[in-house]
Nanobody, 116 residues
């Protein structure tokens, strides 16, 4: 199983970015939960958003109302729409996927930098 994250970059405060995570080597609908973590320098990895294969979502208070997670089973892809970006959103973002009975799958990180 491979997860390929993309879409990071440099954006100004208040701007938007959309991250994508493409999965291969697995039947996408078998991935029960997928999501995004982020890690800023000197900080612990933080859950940013999660979505089940039924479409139930979960966000921490720090991003709720600004970030939207979605998945497209037909395209084997996971997305994170990030709006109204703040300086504190600067981090490396990692996608992950959980399949019953298997260790968690991780994608490589994609850098998001919010700077004026």
């Amino acid at each position: 199983v491979q997860l390929q994250a993309s879409g990071g970059g440099l954006e100004q405060p208040g701007g938007s970015l959309r991250l994508s995570c493409a999965a291969s080597g697995i039947i996408f609908s078998n991935l029960n939960v997928m999501g995004w973590y982020r890690q800023a320098p000197g900080k612990q990895r933080e859950l940013v958003a999660a979505i089940t294969n039924l479409g139930h979502t979960n966000y921490p208070a720090s991003v709720k109302g600004r970030f939207t997670i979605s998945r497209d089973n037909a395209k084997n892809s996971l997305y994170l729409q990030m709006d109204n970006l703040k300086f504190e959103d600067t981090a490396v973002y990692f996608c992950y996927a959980d399949q019953a009975g298997r260790p968690r799958y991780w994608g490589q990180g994609t850098q998001v930098t919010v700077s004026s």
